[in-house]
Nanobody, 127 residues
Framework: QVQLVETGGGLVQAGGSLGLSCAAS????????MAWFRQAPGKEREFVAA????????YYADSVKGRFTVSRDNAKSRGDLQMNNLKPEDTAVYYC????????????????????WGQGTQVTVSS
């Protein structure tokens, strides 16, 4: 499995931006899809964005499309989520995760496809 550590969360006003990073250890990171999920208090963990192993295919939840950008740098074993035009409803703990499936050309939004998870980082957007 891959060890993941998220950084970059914090407090921001509505309309502002934040960047999250996910540092990975383990060789299979570079051949696994990576995704970001989030969980707000009292709600289920939901899919946010995903990127395939080579970094050329991305997939977003409708709620963040056009505002968030997912990327990765396999040479640095790192993934990023750039969040712009943040809204109060984006407030949640954000988790990065890597898939148990390797060399998949299209990433998935299915939570059960992801086996390694970070500890999460809090993002709070004030109105």
């Amino acid at each position: 499995q891959v060890q993941l550590v998220e950084t970059g969360g914090g407090l921001v006003q509505a309309g502002g931006s934040l960047g999250l990073s996910c540092a990975a250890s383990g060789r299979i990171f570079s051949i696994s899809s990576m995704a970001w999920f989030r969980q707000a208090p009292g709600k289920e963990r939901e899919f946010v964005a995903a990127i395939n192993w080579s970094g050329d295919v991305t997939y977003y939840a409708d709620s963040v499309k056009g505002r968030f950008t997912v990327s990765r740098d396999n040479a640095k074993s790192r993934g990023d989520l750039q969040m712009n035009n943040l809204k109060p409803e984006d407030t949640a703990v954000y988790y990065c995760a890597t898939s148990r499936l390797q060399y998949r050309s299209v990433p998935t939004s299915t939570r059960s496809d992801y086996e390694s998870w970070g500890q999460g980082t809090q993002v709070t957007v004030s109105s």
